[in-house]
């Protein structure tokens, strides 16, 4: 069973409006873990961050969003969704991704947050991280490319 | 307040990007893809793309919308008119997050949406209403509906804007739809009360701009009429409000600053009447109160002179309103109409597609108010609004006249218009006379 992204909106909404603080859900090739609450350490970016985030998005405006499949083989992972993009699961810790890793449709790349729900966002295609276009912590928009990814 | 975010589209959106501009303030559009070259979102300082077409994962996303607003860096919101303009889960969510929130307090919000309350403040500040009151069984309904008269209304008290509203011709219907309209009222806006109005058979529909500031100051800015409707959307409006006489105009502008006063109403607002047609001496009854900028504002514009769009953004950013009753003057009449992309001979169905050519003509006294150019895509999800096109005359037959000639040189290609039926309203001997009721234009068109 794949979980899409309205799934996961969904859940986290539902998580959202129950008294569960801490939730781990994991299916055939998914895990989402979620905690609310005060100690969501992964959920607030530093106040710096957002700021600094918003002063160069509005030096450099978004590119807008590329083709599906680019002539040069590589292809964009697109947000599904406009909110902030981290790296990581929380501040400091390791990347989902880097350059050079191999990902299938379900390996999860990023976290997008609106609002405080954090969204994971699987890479939706095969192949090998060769861009990270994304900047952390910052804005994106709907369709922008996240990562670009030569396919095998 | 320095960078205004926009969520919405189409020519509300161009229009607060230009009220921004004359005040010097910054604004960022917040489009769904398919609107991200729209005029608005170019003529904007920045544009984000909050989601795809569809409303309800774009426009509709509050989340979203005050996510995006505080990611480019603004630090107030003007939600237009529809999608969310009357969310008070937006105002909030806005205002939670420091943002100031383009519109009335979240309570008069409320207050508003909520069209029970609305005509319980409305009777408290002295304003008729129609008689009616809430129903919460058939028993219940069938005894009102007796005491009132058929025929009558039942409404969704979350509905409005003429949305969750059955006419009932005798008990019969009333028995069988009433279960059918709770349902249909709790579908819609999560809310099952409905109430039970009598119905003005030949009404007359009258609305009043008002406006107040933080300190209490409530004026009003005259009132509009927009009789001419079909399936309760309205197609042509104008202002002053015709064939009115004097005492009733007079007294209807005093409910609608009462009822504001009742409320504390702040920001800008309409409250809408519908007048019984029938009655010699003009009776008028409250409908609603409308918590945002209206479609047809640009009729009230044209005969006070004065920006409401702007007005909004200089309330909003706690500035009194600076003008007092006695300086609201009106000058000559206003008249408009919405063109829409809708396929007349096939029950008004909207009709998306590539607009190969779109021109409005240039006339004096012509204002036309559209988001849209020759190449521009009309896409499948929104309403079906093209361009309003506003005439100001010395009085009501030069205005109409100005619009007649106007809309004889409007050329779209592409998609099918309404132009036509404008046309035929506008030229017709009972608009000219003023005698036309709300369900005129439907039968007009049979």
């Known amino acids: 069973m794949a979980l899409s992204h309205d799934d996961v909106r969904e859940i986290l909404r539902i998580i959202d409006e129950s008294e569960l603080d801490e939730l781990s859900i994991e299916t055939e090739g998914f895990s989402l873990h979620v905690r609310k609450g005060g100690g969501v350490a992964r959920a607030e970016p530093p106040q710096s961050v957002r700021s600094a985030a918003a002063t160069r998005a509005d030096r450099e405006p978004p590119p807008g969003s590329p083709p599906p499949q680019a002539d040069d083989g590589l292809i964009a992972i697109p947000s599904p969704m406009l909110g902030t993009f981290y790296r990581a699961e929380s501040p400091g810790a390791t990347p989902f991704v880097e350059v050079g890793a191999e990902v299938e449709p379900d390996t999860i790349v990023c976290i997008i947050e609106v609002m405080k729900m954090m969204n994971s966002v699987p890479a939706g295609v095969s192949g090998t991280v060769t861009e990270v276009c994304g900047e952390n912590g910052q804005l994106v928009e709907y369709g922008e490319p996240l990562f670009r990814v030569r396919q095998p | ?446």
């Open chain 2, 1 to 446: 307040m320095k960078r205004v975010f926009i969520p919405n589209r189409g020519e509300i959106a161009l229009r607060i990007v230009q009220a921004c501009r004359d005040l010097q303030l910054e604004c960022v559009v917040g489009a769904s893809e398919p609107d991200r070259d729209g005029l608005a979102a170019r003529q904007a300082d920045r544009v984000v793309v909050l989601g795809p077409g569809p409303a309800g994962q774009s426009y509709l996303r509050d989340d979203i919308v005050v996510q995006a607003a505080l990611g480019t860096g603004c630090d107030a919101i003007h939600p237009g008119y529809g999608f969310l303009s009357e969310s008070t889960r937006l105002a909030e969510r806005a205002r939670e997050h420091g943002l100031v929130f383009v519109g009335p307090p979240t309570e008069a919000m409320a207050l508003a949406g909520d069209k029970l309350a609305a005509r319980a403040e409305a009777q408290r500040a002295g304003v008729p209403v129609l008689p009616g009151g809430k129903v919460t069984s058939v028993e219940e309904a069938r005894e009102l509906a007796a005491r009132i008269g058929y025929p009558v209304l039942v409404k969704a008290a979350g509905g409005g804007g003429g949305r969750g509203i059955k006419r009932i011709r005798d008990e019969g219907e009333l028995t069988a739809l009433i279960g059918l309209a709770r349902s249909e009222a709790a579908a819609a806006f999560a809310d099952d009360r409905v109430y039970v109005e009598r119905l003005i058979e030949s009404a007359r529909h009258v609305e009043v701009q008002i406006a107040g500031d933080r300190n209490g100051a409530v004026v009003h800015l005259g009132e509009r009429d927009c009789t001419v409707q079909r399936r309760y959307q309205k197609v042509i409006e104008e202002a002053p409000a015709p064939a009115l006489a004097e005492p009733t105009r007079r007294r209807l502008r005093e409910a609608a600053v009462a009822l504001a006063r009742q409320i504390g109403y702040q920001n800008l607002g309409t409250a809408e009447f519908v007048i019984d047609a029938d009655s010699d001496s003009d009776e008028f009854f409250f409908l609603e109160v409308n918590c945002r900028i209206q479609v047809e504002h640009p009729v009230t514009e044209a005969v006070t002179g004065r920006d409401l769009v702007a007005l909004q953004l200089r309330i909003a950013d706690g500035s009194p309103l600076g003008f007092a009753q006695d300086d609201v003057a009106l000058a000559g009449h206003a008249v408009e109409c919405r063109l829409n992309a809708e396929d007349v001979t096939r029950g008004f169905m909207p009709t998306p597609g590539t607009l190969s050519l779109f021109s409005v003509p240039e006339r004096p006294g012509l204002r036309t108010d559209t988001g849209l150019q020759p190449g521009a895509v009309v896409p499948p999800f929104y309403d079906s609004l093209l361009a309003k096109l506003i005439a100001h005359g010395d009085d009501r037959e030069h205005a109409i006249d100005i619009l007649l000639d106007a809309l004889e040189d409007v050329d779209v290609e592409g998609v099918e218009t309404n132009r036509a039926v404008l046309i035929g309203v506008l030229g017709h001997p009972d608009f000219r006379a003023a005698a036309v009721t709300t369900d005129w234009l439907e039968r007009a068109i049979r």
